[in-house]
């Protein structure tokens, strides 16, 4: 299974950008997709995910300006960045649990990472 991300880029404070990752491969079904973010000197942090039932969780600091959504059928998850701020510069990661022949429990995949950078 590999998950392929795009959309990232550099975009002033205020500014917009969507995030698209795709998932393929051998894959039954996608339990979960989402996103999390690293930035320099800190941890990894979950941004926001959306469930298989459209269960959806955001971060406090990206709630209202982020919208996570999801297209089953294409195995594809995006987030929608608007009102970007300086402090959301990071890598975001794609990531999906996903339920392949390799047995009944769904298996954690990472995509490679694309960079965020907010500045003016």
């Known amino acids: 299974v590999q998950l392929q991300a795009s959309g990232g880029g550099l975009v002033q404070p205020g500014g917009s950008l969507r995030l698209s990752c795709t998932a393929s491969?051998?894959?039954?079904?996608?339990?979960?997709m989402g996103w999390y973010r690293q930035a320099p000197g800190k941890d990894r942090e979950r941004v926001s995910q959306?469930?298989?039932?459209?269960?959806?969780v955001y971060a406090d600091t990206v709630k209202g300006r982020f919208t996570i959504s999801r297209d089953v059928d294409k195995n594809t998850v995006y987030l929608q960045m608007n009102r970007l701020k300086p402090e959301d510069t990071a890598v975001y990661y794609c990531y999906a649990e996903v339920f392949t022949p390799n047995g009944p429990t769904p298996e954690p995949y990472w995509g490679q990472g694309t960079q965020v950078t907010v500045s003016s």
């Open positions: 491969g051998s894959i039954f079904s996608i339990n979960l």
């Open positions: 959306i469930t298989d039932r459209r269960y959806i």
